[in-house]
């Protein structure tokens, strides 16, 4: 098998790389973060610009088809300025909306244009992106955090969207959403007060249960978000 991994640098996206290469039947893991990755071993190092398409489709025409597995592990929650999820929409800010979705809904779906077309059409195949559960509108309970609950519902509609297309040519193919837990990374640092240890997982515990509910998924079960425990989480 041939996987790729956007966002390696990443907590969950270096533990991802690392479980997936630990895998006897995995050959090659393609590891893709801004700076580039080295290579080592089965691992194969690349350099994108999720704001940048050219970067991501010249990193795609280099990993090249087939691609048995794609994760798209980028994501932001905190923004560049360092400003936090709006408790209010008060604090709507419209440049801090575009670069919500400029990270969180947009840059998966360039990727998504340029990986799709290196799935193959005659086996099993997966395309999966980290997603939240405060992205699910049906769960949505407390409301706040405006911008990044719009960009990864938006995201979302994008995984159904996928999936249903990809399904009249790639019958076996995956497409799903994956909500990893609240993970000790730095996306999650500044909002983990009040979770219990259990509850935080280490990223190499969450890139492990991610990867095994990926496993128990075929064509039946694409276009939907998961949780790492399994669970469906309803859009």
Not at 101 to 125: E, K, M, Q, Y
Not at 151 to 162: D, H, P, S, V, Y
Request: charged share 20%; glycine share 12%.
């Amino acid at each position: 098998m041939r996987c790729a991994v956007f966002g390696a640098s990443g907590g969950i996206g270096a533990a991802l790389v690392d479980a997936l290469a630990a895998r006897e039947n995995v050959a090659e893991v393609w590891a893709g973060s801004r700076g580039g990755h080295g290579d080592h071993g089965k691992v194969r190092g690349f350099a994108f610009d999720l704001t940048d398409e050219a970067s991501v489709a010249a990193a795609c025409a280099r990993i090249a088809a087939p691609l048995d597995i794609a994760i798209v592990a980028t994501g932001r929650l905190t923004l560049a300025d360092g400003t936090g999820p709006e408790k209010s929409y008060r604090a709507l800010d419209g440049a801090h909306l575009a670069e919500s979705f400029a990270i969180n809904t947009i840059g998966p779906a360039i990727i998504a244009r340029h990986v799709l077309p290196l799935l193959p059409r005659d086996r099993r195949a997966v395309f999966a992106a980290l997603s939240a559960r405060v992205g699910s509108i049906a769960d949505n309970r407390l409301g706040g955090w405006h911008g990044y609950r719009a960009a990864k519902a938006a995201l979302n509609m994008l995984i159904r969207n996928f999936a249903i297309e990809l399904s009249r040519t790639h019958r076996e193919a995956v497409v799903v959403a994956l909500h990893p837990g609240t993970v000790d990374t730095g996306l999650s640092a500044p909002f983990q007060k009040g979770v219990a240890p259990e509850k935080l997982f280490t990223p190499a515990y969450s890139a492990e249960r991610l990867l095994a509910v990926l496993d128990g998924l075929g064509a039946a079960d694409t276009g939907k978000l998961y949780a790492w425990d399994g669970a469906e989480v309803p859009f």
